[in-house]
């Protein structure tokens, strides 16, 4: 934040007025959460099957002559784009939007409890004299509780959605029963550890990211979309490719009872520990690393999404209330 304050008649765009309700916050969060992950949903759909795709069988000879099998991951040799076109010719059109209805359902409300959140802690944590300095570490901790609040209302339905990325042809609450009834209800929060052990970095470093690169773009604090829209991206894709090791073991432990799934191994990896071992032992340690490419292509744009969309309602509802 900058250490000027504002002009007198200046409308503060970066947090709501203190008399603001909380459901400014909520409703601001909502909107950004839809926003972001439905625009983007395609991608990540793509991102997760490249993530947990199908193991091949390759016979190899032995010295004595006979054959043995040995499994090796199966690697998609096209780009993003001629990936998706042969997805969509071959399952339809809406194949990629799969799961997106489980996404809308918790993203609205996970999006308003994060953002919320994220406000209460960073008003409880910095004095109102001191919101224009630059505060890295409170910002950082109060990312770090809103991803922890969010994400326990989230994670159930990450599951489902990547579920259904992964069995198109089924519906939300048909693999919602089936987890429940199959695995029991701790299978919606096999992964919840991981994704905070991804999160809460992730989301740190992208509020830390996203207001330094706004304090140094915009010192003036006025509402400027195009700057959000450019802070977002940039905070995502530095957040997206350091923490897309742990995204390929979350998604492991989602999808570990998916029917697409046959390899022993990564059907019994329920904890983090058989998860990791899992893909070293399938991939190699350059498993880690699958899907970094579209994650990347996803989350890049649905942070700027999720910022500029945020920004927006807050700077509507503020000038609203005024």
Not at 304 to 320: D, G, N, Q, R, V
């Given at each position: 934040?900058?250490?000027?304050?504002?002009?007198?008649?200046?409308?503060?765009?970066?947090?709501?007025?203190?008399?603001?309700?909380?459901?400014?916050?909520?409703?601001?969060?909502?909107?950004?959460?839809?926003?972001?992950?439905?625009?983007?949903?395609?991608?990540?759909?793509?991102?997760?099957?490249?993530?947990?795709?199908?193991?091949?069988?390759?016979?190899?000879?032995?010295?004595?002559?006979?054959?043995?099998?040995?499994?090796?991951?199966?690697?998609?040799?096209?780009?993003?784009?001629?990936?998706?076109?042969?997805?969509?010719?071959?399952?339809?059109?809406?194949?990629?939007?799969?799961?997106?209805?489980?996404?809308?359902?918790g993203a609205g409300?996970?999006?308003?409890?994060?953002?919320?959140?994220?406000?209460?802690?960073?008003?409880?944590?910095?004095?109102?004299?001191?919101?224009?300095?630059?505060?890295?570490?409170?910002?950082?901790?109060?990312?770090?509780?809103?991803?922890?609040?969010?994400?326990?209302?989230m994670n159930p339905?990450?599951?489902?959605?990547?579920?259904?990325?992964?069995?198109?042809?089924?519906?939300?609450?048909?693999?919602?029963?089936?987890?429940?009834?199959?695995?029991?209800?701790?299978?919606?929060?096999?992964?919840?550890?991981?994704?905070?052990?991804?999160?809460?970095?992730?989301?740190?470093?992208?509020?830390?990211?996203?207001?330094?690169?706004?304090?140094?773009?915009?010192?003036?604090?006025?509402?400027?979309?195009?700057?959000?829209?450019?802070?977002?991206?940039?905070?995502?894709?530095?957040?997206?490719?350091?923490?897309?090791?742990?995204?390929?073991?979350?998604?492991?432990?989602?999808?570990?009872?998916?029917?697409?799934?046959?390899?022993?191994?990564?059907?019994?990896?329920?904890?983090?520990?058989?998860?990791?071992?899992?893909?070293?032992?399938?991939?190699?340690?350059?498993?880690?690393?699958?899907?970094?490419k579209p994650r990347?292509?996803?989350?890049?744009?649905?942070?700027?999404?999720?910022?500029?969309?945020?920004?927006?309602?807050?700077?509507?509802?503020?000038?609203?209330?005024?």
């Amino acid at each position: 934040m900058s250490d000027s304050p504002l002009h007198d008649g200046d409308v503060d765009y970066e947090s709501l007025p203190p008399n603001s309700p909380l459901y400014h916050q909520l409703l601001a969060g909502a909107f950004a959460g839809i926003m972001e992950h439905s625009v983007m949903f395609p991608i990540d759909a793509l991102k997760t099957r490249i993530q947990s795709a199908a193991t091949v069988v390759v016979a190899t000879a032995t010295a004595t002559g006979g054959g043995v099998s040995a499994t090796m991951p199966s690697q998609p040799r096209t780009g993003l784009l001629s990936q998706i076109a042969k997805i969509s010719s071959a399952e339809g059109s809406f194949a990629l939007w799969k799961g997106v209805q489980s996404v809308i359902l918790g993203a609205g409300p996970a999006h308003a409890v994060y953002f919320g959140t994220y406000e209460i802690c960073k008003k409880k944590l910095i004095k109102e004299e001191d919101r224009f300095t630059y505060q890295p570490l409170k910002t950082a901790l109060s990312g770090a509780a809103a991803t922890t609040a969010s994400d326990a209302l989230m994670n159930p339905f990450d599951t489902i959605k990547q579920r259904m990325q992964l069995n198109p042809k089924v519906k939300v609450w048909q693999i919602a029963h089936r987890i429940y009834k199959t695995e029991g209800l701790s299978a919606f929060y096999y992964s919840y550890p991981t994704t905070l052990a991804m999160n809460i970095p992730f989301t740190a470093l992208n509020f830390v990211v996203y207001e330094s690169s706004t304090n140094f773009f915009n010192p003036s604090h006025s509402y400027n979309p195009l700057i959000h829209c450019i802070c977002g991206g940039l905070s995502g894709t530095l957040c997206a490719a350091i923490t897309t090791p742990l995204d390929c073991i979350k998604t492991v432990l989602q999808v570990r009872g998916s029917d697409s799934v046959t390899l022993p191994v990564l059907k019994q990896a329920d904890t983090f520990k058989k998860a990791t071992t899992a893909l070293v032992q399938v991939y190699g340690w350059r498993g880690f690393w699958r899907g970094l490419k579209p994650r990347i292509v996803a989350t890049m744009p649905a942070t700027a999404i999720s910022w500029t969309a945020y920004e927006c309602a807050k700077h509507f509802l503020t000038t609203a209330s005024l």
